[in-house]
């Protein structure tokens, strides 16, 4: 099947600090790619979609200046979280592909320090 | 508000027996239906999916079952084996925009 990697799959960083997250189709390109978050406990979230060269579209709540996403090619997205802090905790999981046949990555592990 | 639930966080099999996960939505106008299948350190992947014109789908071991009066999801799994221990997800696709998706349970299969 196909494969969606994310780098890094853990992070510690300190807060004020921005972290870049690479979401990356391996052996497939991606028009779309998808953001979510989980918090303890919570469901999988939709942060935002982002079509490749064009803006990403923003879940209501999420907000763009923090979570900077930039999908410049057709296997590569990033969600750069800017300024981070304690609350921004959380596990970042992106997907590529159709909305009825999304591909997942492992997801990213931030914490704020 | 959540419009999908998963109300038993965790469920707990013998092998060989049947594994029923259950889930519960919101909004009637819900038509298409996944469940997703987690193991620690990997991203979900599909199991099976079902459209709201069906009540039934299988594939293989695995077959999901729609109510669409009572807005119930179920996914059976039978026989259960050591392997399906994992976090099922389950999710509906809203508005032909976005996933959303369950709060997950936690399927163990014990020996």
């Known amino acids: 099947g196909a494969v969606v990697s994310q780098h890094p799959s853990w992070v510690i960083c300190k807060s004020g600090t921005s972290v870049k997250i690479e979401c990356r189709s391996l052996?497939?390109?991606?028009?779309?790619m998808f953001w979510y978050r989980q918090f303890p406990k919570q469901s999988l979230m939709l942060m935002a979609t982002s079509n490749e060269g064009s803006k990403a579209t923003y879940e209501q709540g999420v907000e763009k200046d923090k979570f900077l996403i930039n999908h410049a090619s057709l296997t590569l997205s990033t969600l750069t979280v800017t300024s981070a802090h304690p609350e921004d905790s959380s596990f970042y999981i992106c997907?590529?592909?159709?909305?009825?046949?999304?591909?997942f990555g492992p997801g990213t592990r931030l914490l704020v320090l | 508000d959540q419009q999908v639930k998963q109300n038993s966080p965790s469920l707990s099999v013998q092998e060989g027996r049947i594994s029923i996960l259950n889930c519960d939505y919101t909004n009637s106008m819900f038509d298409y239906f996944l469940w997703y299948k987690k193991y620690p350190a990997e991203g979900p992947t599909f199991l099976i999916s079902i459209s709201s014109i069906k009540d039934k789908n299988e594939d293989g071991r695995f077959t999901v079952f729609l109510n669409k009066s009572a807005k119930h999801l179920s996914l059976h799994i039978v026989p259960s084996q050591p392997g399906d221990s994992a976090v099922y997800f389950c999710a509906v696709i809203q508005g032909a925009q976005k996933l959303v998706f369950g709060q997950g349970t936690r399927l163990t299969i014990n020996p």
């Open positions: 997907s590529a592909g159709r909305l009825e046949t999304q591909y």
């Open positions: 052996d497939f390109q991606a028009t779309t």
